[in-house]
């Protein structure tokens, strides 16, 4: 660095006018102050300080500073940002055939063609947003850092397709490099339009399925094209089965179809949909997306707790016992009878005592029972909620005409109830018609009240169940609940009356069924929609809880199908060598994203009512795909290995149409200019035409500095003292 130093003023005619007029009548002041005193040397020392004040004064008036100005020894830099985001692999440049936007800008990432300016400037090329892939292009973020990375710097080369998907806008950073008198010349690559393209945007199935169940694949198909095409869509099993679905492609639209494939054994596999290349596309390579599928055979433990046997009841356990995929346990209390019934080794003659019997039980399913002699105890509702909470279980409300579940209105199940119970009608409505259920928006989108594969059939079959006599006293639906269906027609201050409702409690789920005449549905049809419906309320009910299983570990994750950004929440529960529910512990995960990525998540034990074993983690998916994952816990030693897909493409992806105007207003906020991919013969003519770097110029201001003022009330102090001194005050 070279410096030069110098003590500049800012004076204009009136400044200097006053400061000189200022100095000399004091001075003439002084002189005739001096001589009435016979030139004393005591006087003449004090109008020597008078004079000096004055005149520091005068010189003030005058804005002095002291100036430095700064000159690099080094070479001005010159900085050359390449994107390297997944998005430059889009072939849209030129048509025959057509080139990457990577390999349109290769060139100014080449050292060869900056040799022409290397004896003026110090030319740097770095690459940006090159990992991970899912995190996009942030324009913004090597814009602002460049001037403290590449000092001292002289002009900024940016290379991309403008298509910025993270970060800040990017014109915050071009207005800070226009202040510090830093150009921007972009040069921009890629079609703002797609070219002829057919594209496989999305494969979402789901990562878990069952053996010998249905599991449906669903998939997008995208097109480019001008005129609408017929393709095969090709769904390949990684076990050897293949599936094929034709597909009506609109033009310049997309399709969303799905195939169902009933997997014959456990596993893992992997499921890939391929799309055939068609007459006109330039692009693919992109037909095809694979996802993995895990396999599992299946086993729900479910209780059903009921007081008396109603025909709600014996349909319900008749469904769940013919269910190969479920074990049931029932529970009978009887009351007013000496003996609880049962008979069948399906049932059981109490509630289960303690943690470790109810924690067995994957889904619960509450009948028409309370608190109170012979039936739950609080104790039992205590255990019953921390289940849900804390174990991911399902629990199932089914009030009945008696009218029981009132009593649980205080307990620790309250807060679960997704309703608000009506005190007045404790044992419910009854109706002198049959009267339906109406699926809310919510209803026609959920999977529980899916009785068919096309929504326009599973409504119209919905409108065609036999309707209900009776429902339970509700209210209103809860904060925070979902209404999947309402009464027909009764209603209240609050609306329809909800008949069924859901929401999530802690890790797990609660389902209020308002009435006791879904066994009605079999009219007609036999089974087929009342065993569908109650297999997929256990099977949604218990999925969290049945993601990933260890001999003393669980872990489960919210939401089921994660997508890219959200936040997952992540329960895992933990038991000790003897089998006991972990109360405190060092649990922590390891998860490995598909490029590698290794992330760490601690987790942590719930506040408050502890022995259930659970400890919960959030983490935030930043890449698309298969994420692996191992939970250890140090106090155990015991470790689990599970798996989760991220669903979606990654926030950069191939094929989306390049942003030249966004690298256009960057040149031109930061007086720089747009350069074509193809002239950059004209962008070094522009930089060798760049002037000097204008010095670094440090001023300090003199007139205002604290340092000043101080001597100043130094000197009028030293004036006081010497008028006292010589008698004059």
């Known amino acids: 660095m070279t410096a030069s130093h110098a003590l500049r003023f800012f004076t204009t005619p009136w400044t200097i ?29 004090l109008e020597f300080v008078r004079l000096t004040i004055v005149g520091l004064v005068a010189l003030l ?73 899912a995190a996009g292009t942030d324009l913004s973020g090597p814009l602002a850092t460049a001037a403290e990375r590449f000092a001292p710097l002289r002009a900024i080369v940016l290379a ?23 150009p921007v010349f972009t040069v921009a690559a890629g079609s703002q339009t797609r070219l002829p393209d057919v594209e496989l945007t999305s494969l979402d199935c789901p990562t878990v399925g069952v053996a010998t169940k249905p599991v449906r694949i669903p998939f997008t198909v995208s097109s480019s094209l001008a005129t ?22 609109p033009p310049m639209g997309s399709v969303t179809d799905w195939v169902y494939w009933t997997p014959a054994d456990v596993g893992d596999v992997d499921v890939t949909v391929t799309v055939p290349p068609v007459d006109g596309e330039l692009l693919p390579d992109n037909n095809a997306r694979t996802a993995p599928l895990s396999i599992r055979r299946e086993t729900l433990r479910v209780l059903v707790v009921e007081g008396v046997p109603r025909w709600e009841y014996r349909y319900l356990r008749n469904a769940l016992s013919r269910d190969p995929g479920v074990e049931v346990s029932c529970l009978l209390f009887q009351p007013g009878l000496a003996k609880r019934g049962g008979g069948n080794a399906d049932y059981i003659d109490r509630f289960p005592a303690g943690l470790d019997a109810l924690s067995q039980y994957d889904v619960v399913f509450l009948g ?33 005409w008696r009218g029981e579940q009132a009593s649980l209105v205080g307990t620790p199940l309250d807060d679960l109830c997704p309703v608000v119970i009506d005190p007045a009608q404790a044992e419910g409505v009854a109706t002198d018609q049959p009267r339906r259920l109406v699926l809310t928006e919510a209803g026609r989108a959920s999977l529980l009240t899916k009785l068919a594969d096309n929504a326009a059939e599973n409504l119209a079959i919905w409108e065609s169940l036999p309707g209900v006599q009776w429902y339970g006293p509700v209210l209103r639906a809860k ?54 419906f109650w297999g997929q309320v256990v099977r949604w009910m218990a999925y969290r809880r049945n993601m990933a299983k260890g001999e003393r570990m ?55 009512d502890g022995g259930w074993g659970v400890f919960a983690a959030t983490f935030t998916p930043r890449e698309p795909g298969r994420h692996e994952v191992v939970l250890g816990c140090r106090d155990t030693g015991d470790s689990l290995e599970a798996s989760f897909f991220v669903q979606g493409s990654a926030a950069e992806g191939v094929g989306r149409p390049a942003r030249p105007e966004v690298l256009a207003e960057i040149a031109q906020v930061t007086r720089g200019q747009p350069v074509p991919v193809d002239e950059l013969a004209s962008l070094l003519e522009s930089l060798a035409a760049l002037p000097e770097p204008e010095p670094e110029i440090r001023r300090l201001q003199l007139w205002s500095h604290p340092a000043v003022a101080a001597a100043m009330v130094g000197l009028l102090g030293v004036f006081w003292i010497g008028r006292k001194w010589q008698g004059l005050v």
């Open 17 to 45: 006018a006053v400061s000189l007029a200022l100095v000399a009548a004091t001075a003439a002041v002084c002189l005739v102050a001096w001589r009435r005193s016979g030139f004393a040397r005591g006087q003449g020392l």
């Open 61 to 133: 008036l005058n804005q002095p500073e002291w100036v430095e100005e700064v000159r690099p020894d080094a070479k001005p830099v010159i900085a050359v940002l390449h994107d390297a985001s997944p998005s430059m692999d889009t072939r849209d440049v030129g048509m025959t055939p057509p080139r990457s936007r990577r390999d349109a800008v290769s060139a100014v990432t080449t050292p060869e063609l900056w040799q022409p300016l290397a004896e003026r400037f110090a030319v740097r090329i770095e690459p940006f947003s090159a990992a991970p892939p």
């Open 160 to 182: 991309s397709d403008g298509d910025w998907t993270a970060g800040e806008p990017p014109l915050t950073a071009a207005q800070s490099l226009r202040l510090a008198r830093v």
């Open 228 to 249: 609408e095409r017929v393709v095969t869509a090709t769904v390949r099993i990684s076990s050897g089965d293949t599936l094929t679905k034709e597909l009506r492609l």
């Open 368 to 400: 028409d029972v309370g608190v109170g002699s012979g039936e739950l105890t609080d104790e039992d509702c205590r255990l019953l909620r921390g289940l849900v909470e804390y174990q991911a279980s399902g629990l199932v409300f089914m009030p009945g």
């Open 479 to 532: 904060a925070g609940s979902e209404v999947l269906a309402v009464h027909e027609d009764a209603a209240n201050e609050y609306g329809r009356i909800p008949l069924l409702v859901t929401r999530t409690y802690g890790a797990g789920k609660v389902l209020y069924m308002a009435t006791d005449g879904a066994w009605r549905w079999r009219k007609g049809v036999e089974d087929t929609y009342h065993y569908r």
């Open 554 to 608: 669980g872990l489960s994750f919210t939401p089921e199908q994660p997508s890219l950004g959200q936040t997952l929440s992540l329960d895992a529960r933990v038991a000790d060598a003897g089998g006991e529910p972990l109360e405190r512990g060092e649990v922590a995960a390891r998860i490995t994203a598909p490029s590698g990525t290794v992330e760490s998540v601690r987790f942590t034990p719930p506040a408050g």
